[in-house]
């Protein structure tokens, strides 16, 4: 039994160096990629390298990526999360109609729309755990519910003025750099200390990569999971109110076909829709890729409906990766088993 324990620290140890390496190359890829395409559009277009174009394509990520931050969670619980861009809409429009219809102060007002994003993702935590119901499902009800709740709140428009907070918000800097931009940087930042230095985080992997030896390692699985909807929903809610601060109105027709182009930008940011890899990193980088894209069919006058197609082929290689990355890591560790049952055969005398 004591010699089987290095054998099997060293295989772990080897397939987490295995994992790292994969991320690095993906992070690097995608960096690779984001400056030859920048160079590129910079030739095409002289408009895309200018200050107020990298402010404007940033700004716009920023909405995706904070709403990415939650979805990369659920992922990596090997869910999905449909209703983020519902959720959005709705976290808006309560967000300012609450201080012009019901006369709120902005504060409570802000603090209701995240508590009805928690809210969200607990209900959909709840549906996938408790109900068994499959999370593509429970989400897609929970989408239409919670878009349906902002079109009768609403009225089915928009919402304004907003409250001068909001105002201030899209209007602030910090050292020069717009700070929703810098709030988004903040938030992905303590995502990936939550994920990369706490049990928490550990317990997200875990669930994801294989929930059965999870439980069995004592993890209580349900509540992750619940907790990686809870985050969604609230990171949904915070981007709510980014919108709003960037459309100054509570914005009830906004956000059509976001989830989309989250899910996107995650699994190109090298989360793994199986669950259980990916980093927050990685996926900014992905957020930023998608906003590279959409601006340059903007700046060349492609037609709107190319721009479908354009992300429609994105998100599918995407994916093919992803499979791809899947079976080269299962390939190596079959070829790890192997090696080690016959490294545990006797030797010939």
Do not use: H
């Not at 700004?59 to 709403?67: M, Y």
């Not at 349906?148 to 907003?162: M, R």
């Not at 090298?270 to 900014?284: A, C, P, Q």
């Amino acid at each position: 039994m004591t010699d089987l324990v290095p054998r099997r620290s060293g295989g772990l140890s080897s397939l987490r160096g295995k994992l790292s390496f994969i991320d690095l190359m993906q992070s690097l890829g995608l960096m690779a990629v984001i400056l030859l395409g920048s160079a590129v559009m910079s030739t095409l277009s002289p408009v895309f390298a200018t200050i107020r174009n990298i402010e404007n394509v940033l700004q716009s990520a920023t909405i995706i990526a904070v709403v990415a931050i939650g979805q990369t969670f659920v992922i990596l619980v090997s869910g999905i999360d449909l209703s983020v861009a519902s959720v959005l809409v709705l976290s808006s429009v309560l967000a300012v109609g609450l201080v012009q219809f019901q006369g709120f102060s902005p504060e409570i007002a802000i603090l209701a729309a995240l508590v009805a994003g928690l809210g969200v993702g607990l209900i959909n935590g709840l549906a996938v755990t408790k109900l068994r119901i499959p999370a593509l499902i429970a989400t897609l009800a929970t989408m239409t519910i919670a878009r349906g709740l902002a079109y009768i709140y609403s009225g089915g428009t928009n919402i304004a003025p907003v409250p001068r907070i909001f105002i201030e918000l899209q209007a602030s800097r910090v050292f020069g750099i717009p700070g929703v931009i810098v709030l988004t940087l903040v938030l992905a930042a303590l995502a990936q200390i939550v994920l990369s230095r706490t049990r928490f985080g550990r317990s997200v992997y875990a669930t994801g990569g294989n929930p059965l030896a999870a439980r069995l390692a004592g993890i209580k699985t349900e509540r992750v999971i619940i907790a990686a909807f809870m985050i969604s929903g609230l990171m949904s809610a915070v981007a709510g109110l980014l919108i709003t601060a960037r459309f100054e109105a509570g914005a009830a027709t906004a956000a059509q076909g976001l989830e989309l182009a989250v899910i996107a930008a995650v699994v190109i940011g090298g989360v793994s829709l199986f669950g259980g890899e990916g980093n927050i990193g990685s996926m900014l980088l992905g957020v930023l890729l998608l906003g590279l894209v959409q601006n340059a069919v903007n700046l060349l006058n492609v037609p709107p409906n190319w721009d479908s197609v354009v992300s429609g082929l994105v998100i599918a290689a995407a994916a093919a990766l992803d499979v791809y990355r899947r079976s080269y890591l299962e390939a190596g560790m079959r070829k790890k088993v192997i090696a080690t049952k016959a490294g545990k055969q006797p030797k010939p005398s």
